[in-house]
């Protein structure tokens, strides 16, 4: 099992930055891909970005641009630098890891990080 720990949210101002970062522990070595969601109040989950194996992304639509996720895996570690924040960005952001063994696929979750960006 693999345990995820986001750290990094906060509030800020309409135009302003934050980084958050996902310290992922226990099976690292099965991850293969991992990235944020974010659910703001009454709406769904989405999908923000993701970086599979290989270094590959995926971007919301909304995000790109803006968002850039990246990772350091010496520190099982993946980063989220949000820059042009809006305050439609406001909502809690979640990490998440997916990964595949010999004999089972699982997904991973954080706790989650408010991010609030004030007009």
């Known amino acids: 099992q693999v345990q995820l720990v986001e750290s990094g949210g906060g509030l800020v101002q309409s135009g302003g930055s934050l980084r958050l970062s996902c310290a992922a522990s226990?099976?690292?070595?099965?991850?293969?891909?991992m990235g944020w969601y974010r659910q703001a109040p009454g709406k769904q989950r989405e999908l923000v970005a993701k970086?599979?194996?290989?270094?590959?992304?995926k971007y919301a639509d909304s995000m790109k641009g803006r968002f850039t996720i990246s990772r350091d895996n010496t520190k099982n570690t993946v980063y989220l630098q949000m820059n042009s924040l809006k305050p439609e960005d406001t909502a809690v952001y979640y990490c998440?890891?997916?990964?595949?063994?010999?004999?089972?696929?699982?997904?991973?979750w954080g706790r989650g990080t408010q991010v609030t960006v004030s007009s």
């Open positions: 226990g099976s690292t070595f099965s991850i293969t891909a």
């Open positions: 998440f890891a997916v990964g595949s063994t010999a004999t089972v696929d699982w997904d991973s």
């Open positions: 970086m599979s194996t290989g270094d590959s992304t």
